[in-house]
């Protein structure tokens, strides 16, 4: 009980000292990028635009991308902006956009904002990406241009193809980015190229999948599920089995709403791939 | 140096003395048969019991001479045990009652390949349900027991065993030290193998069918009362470079460490005649190799790891008329198989996949027999065993693997096995009667309940475990007579197995074989019934003292519940020997044959095997020379270099051509 007597008040001072130093940390800001990588910054006269991912590296295809705007008169990140973003492939000949998603506040978040863009082509020595971004601040409009690096893949994670209906298209692999020897949850996503400027996502088609090794006997995995359209995330998610890991074709046929199939063939004894087919390696 | 001399000096002697008089050798049965259990005596320290073909055989070459067993050949090394028509899985193959599980998904490792003739004093063979002492079974059980030397006078024997083989070139050396007193034993030995390819008749060369191997083994054995003994055995078997012509890779390492500690006590009371509990441990590692072949599609390793822990307990009773035998056993088991495939373009990620996804099995079972007589001669047996067995997947990758095929497959599965069977034998002057009946259940092995993508060289399929088996069932008919006449004994034993939910595979036309030129995926599937029927009579003939005639013909029909052949079954089979022994003299002639596979199963890849016919000899002397004794066997197997495969052969690999071969034992008291 002696021992009690000594203890309990310097257990209260305890407690007080560490909960007003809790109420201190509310006003540090919160590193919400706690997991992700910066990518680089695109700066104007007044703001930074930082550019983040979870491999820090932008590339051919799909890329989740995560922005915090930063003041560089005060250092505070922007919480109340809003963005439009527009990639722009700069080529001898012309110029073209890309498909992306708006960049919109993270929900629950203070600092960041979240979108994706699909470069359908890498850079090389000669043609090469920029991103714009127009954003609105308190009424007031900003402007913020940079170079990007969008080096090629290995492996074909993006596929541009006219469909029979003369109409380009544009296929990529979202998900699984870890892909797993297991069933996965597969993402596509389906834009078609209305213009050099403008890619809307396609909706209700489906994406017939066929998983292939072509290194050991061109063997397919069973209990695959087509990709279907989901209205919600405006992209085609499936199942996709994983046998072993290693180099997998997924071998793809493009069926419009009447049925009819746009692009892509059968894989059978005679004819080992589809002409429209990504590629994954793990 | 003197000892060397003499071998080397009679191994000539051998050879000439013996090839002489192969013209007039014989044979008799190496085995004795009681009821429907066989032993096959294996020890060479009693060599007054001079009942082996050849001493140095493999364990396989002696398990094949059993009438109850024949052995599934995928090379020349590590065959497989068949009782009653049926294979490893459906039978409880244990060493001194431990359980042991090979590491390989293709069974080139049988729990028999990882012991040695130096190891074993003999091999108890039980057919049906009455092999469910040491663990649940179907068709039957093989339990091979270690030699033990037993508290004796003071003794001390070394003994050293050469053997040599022309056909494949065949070295093999096996040297034991043994030592005993009243207080303590001791038990040593060694023994080394190695073989070139060997050839089939008309000298073709059977390619990749060469092996090296050791067995080292050390057993000591402590008086610790007067009837308690605690007795710890270690064997470490180690086989390389061992090459399976019937598949499409070998072996680069085979592993195993045996070893065990158990404690025996005798005489407890009147009614407990003798407590013998064992704890044990094996461990086995298992690497397959195809880099020694020329054309594979793809390069691939597929090592393997089988892990077990176990106990048993058993009590010996005797009680008024009853004989009671209590096993109370348990294992856990850790069975874990891999492939990795290194894609043609060095570019391309390997590819990996779980075979075996660490299959952790967990049993407990208990087993009780009661022997008794009901008046003069007649006998009535009853046996039981109840098993707990659970098996949980141990690995995630492996367990997201089978969920492909099974999306709701849970990690972990828990099943009861039980095992009954009744005994009933007579005998009435010189006419012995047995009839049994029996009730057996078996777990589905790792492979069939777990595997993934298992290549099947045998059919050409990939097969995929099913996690949803049930258990397979059988209830057994076995009936046997014996007639003894003065001279002349004549028997006839028949078996009939009615196995529901019979464990099989099954093609899935939705799958696609992952394998290069496999035909397809056929996932373990559970047939509603089949049967299967052995039956096979016997005679012998004994019209001098010094001569036996022996004969055997077979007959066994598998069929599944659509009236299709299962496959792996033996055609109309025989067997004739003539022997003769005089002092210390013996010889042997014997003549081996099948006729013609008829009833053979396309549908898992059997074809028509030919019938064939092959004569072997051997003859035998014993030398004495005060305390040492030396003893010469030599022969000629395969007499007339007949080419020829048996239904048994995996992939209709021939078997040997002629080969000679000598052995020679001596030992030092």
């Given amino acids: 009980m002696k021992l009690l007597k000594y203890l309990l008040p310097i257990l209260l001072v305890a407690t007080i000292i560490s909960c007003t130093k809790d109420d201190d940390d509310v006003f540090l800001p919160v590193n919400e990028v706690e997991d992700l990588t910066l990518i680089q910054e695109i700066s104007n006269d007044t703001h930074t635009v930082e550019m983040y991912s979870i491999s820090g590296n932008l590339s051919q295809g799909y890329n989740d991308i995560t922005i915090r705007l930063k003041d560089k008169t005060t250092g505070d990140f922007v919480e109340d902006a809003t963005f439009m973003w527009n990639p722009m492939m700069h080529m001898t000949q012309m110029m073209h956009s890309c498909p992306k998603s708006d960049l919109v506040k993270v929900s629950g978040m203070e600092t960041i904002y979240n979108g994706y863009i699909v470069f359908q082509m890498a850079e090389n020595a000669d043609e090469g990406w920029d991103l714009t971004f127009d954003y609105t601040i308190d009424g007031e409009d900003f402007t913020a241009v940079g170079d990007i690096s969008v080096p090629a893949t290995d492996r074909k994670v993006v596929s541009v193809f006219m469909g029979t209906d003369d109409v380009r298209y544009i296929i990529t692999y979202v998900e699984p980015q870890s892909p797993e020897v297991m069933v996965n949850d597969v993402t596509f996503g389906l834009y078609k190229m209305e213009n050099m400027m403008s890619f809307p996502v396609v909706e209700d088609f489906k994406i017939m999948l066929d998983p292939r090794m072509p290194s050991m006997g061109n063997h397919t995995s069973p209990n695959n599920e087509d990709l279907v359209y989901n209205a919600a995330s405006n992209m085609y998610d499936g199942k996709l089995s994983l046998t072993m890991t290693g180099y997998w074709k997924l071998n793809l046929m493009l069926e419009n709403q009447d049925g009819e199939i746009l692009k892509g063939e059968e894989v059978t004894e005679d004819n080992e791939s589809s002409s429209l087919y990504l590629e994954i390696e793990f | 140096m003197y000892v060397m001399k003499n071998i080397i000096v009679f191994t000539i ?7 002489n008089l192969f013209s007039q050798s014989i044979a008799q049965d190496s085995t004795s048969i009681i009821g429907l259990s066989e032993v096959i005596v294996i020890s060479k320290s009693n060599l007054k019991n001079q009942k082996q073909v050849k001493p140095l055989s493999s364990i396989d070459e002696y398990l094949e001479k059993s009438n109850n067993v024949t052995m599934i050949k995928r090379g ?30 293709d069974k080139m490792d049988p729990t028999t390949s990882y012991v040695d003739v130096s190891n074993l004093s003999e091999v108890a063979i039980t057919s049906g349900q009455q092999g469910a002492e040491n663990g649940s079974t179907i068709g039957g059980g093989i339990d091979m027991k270690l030699q033990k030397s037993g508290f004796d006078k003071e003794t001390f024997i070394v003994g050293v065993d050469l053997g040599y083989e022309t056909n494949s070139n065949l070295r093999v050396a096996s040297s034991e030290i043994n030592f005993s007193n009243s207080k303590i034993f001791t038990n040593v030995d060694g023994i080394y193998r190695k073989s070139d390819n060997y050839f089939a008749g008309g000298d073709e060369e059977v390619l990749y069918s060469q092996f090296e191997k050791y067995n080292l083994s050390g057993v000591v054995g402590v008086k610790t009362g007067k009837n308690g003994a605690l007795i710890g055995t270690v064997i470490y078997d180690k086989a390389t470079n061992v090459g399976y012509p019937a598949l499409p890779m070998d072996v680069s390492l085979a592993e195993a460490l045996i070893a065990s500690v158990n404690y025996v006590q005798d005489s407890i009371s009147k009614t407990i005649q003798k407590w013998d509990t064992k704890l044990y441990y094996n461990t086995i590692t298992h690497i397959m190799d195809d880099t020694k072949r020329p054309d594979v599609p793809i390069h691939m390793d597929m090592p393997g790891w089988s892990d077990t822990y176990g106990f048993y307990s058993k009590m010996y009773a005797q009680k008024t008329k009853h004989s009671l035998l209590f096993n109370l056993n348990g294992y856990y088991n850790r069975s874990l198989a891999e492939m990795t495939m290194y894609p043609n373009d060095p570019n391309e990620n390997s590819m990996f996949m779980l075979t075996w996804p660490d299959v952790r099995t967990l049993y407990t079972g208990i087993y009780g027999e009661d022997r008794f007589s009901i008046g003069s001669n007649k006998e009535l047996k009853f046996t039981a065993r109840f098993g707990v067995q659970n098996a949980t997947i141990g690995d995630e990758f492996g367990l997201n693997s089978l969920r492909i095929f099974y999306p709701d497959l849970e990690e972990s599965k828990t099943r009861f096995t039980y ?15 047995l009839f049994s009946l029996g009730y057996g259940e078996r777990a589905p092995s790792v492979s069939e309940g777990y595997g993934f993508f298992l290549y099947n060289s045998f059919d050409n399929y990939d097969y995929i475990g099913n996690p949803y088996l049930k258990n397979e069932k059988a209830l057994e008919f076995n009936t046997t007579i014996n007639q003894s006449f003065n001279k002349f004994k004549v028997g006839a034993e028949a078996s009939y197995f009615y196995i529901s939910d019979y464990i099989i595979g099954i093609t899935d036309p939705d799958l696609d074989q992952m394998t290069i030129g496999a035909d397809g995926v056929r996932v373990y599937s559970a047939l509603d019934h089949a049967n299967i029927l052995n039956t096979s009579i016997n005679a012998s003939y004994k019209p001098f003292t010094s001569w036996t005639l ?3 013909l077979s007959y066994n029909i598998g069929k599944d519940n659509k009236g299709n052949n299962l496959p792996l079954l033996s055609p109309f089979s025989y067997r004739a020997a003539l022997y003769f022994k005089k002092n210390l003299f013996d010889a042997e002639v014997n003549l081996n044959g099948a006729s013609k596979q008829i009833n053979f199963s396309s549908y898992y890849g059997e074809n028509e095997t030919e019938a064939y016919a092959i004569v072997n000899l051997n003859a035998s002397y014993k030398f004495y020379f005060g305390n040492q004794n030396l003893y010469l066997k030599a022969g000629i197997e395969n007499v007339f270099d007949t080419y020829y495969s048996t239904y048994s052969d995996w992939n209709n690999i021939p078997r040997m051509g002629c080969n000679f071969f000598v052995n020679i034992s001596s030992k030092i008291k």
Wanted: proline residues 0%; hydrophobic residues 40%.
């Fill in chain 2, 550 to 552: 022996t004969g055997m």
């Fill in chain 2, 76 to 105: 020349n090394y590590a065959w497989e045990a068949s009782i009653n028509n049926m294979l490893s899985e459906r039978l409880s193959i244990t060493i001194d009652g431990m359980q042991i599980f090979g590491a390989c998904t």
């Fill in chain 2, 13 to 19: 002697l051998g050879f000439i003395f013996s090839s």
């Fill in chain 2, 419 to 433: 095992n009954l069977a009744s005994q009933y034998d007579m005998s009435i002057k010189n006419t012995k009667l």
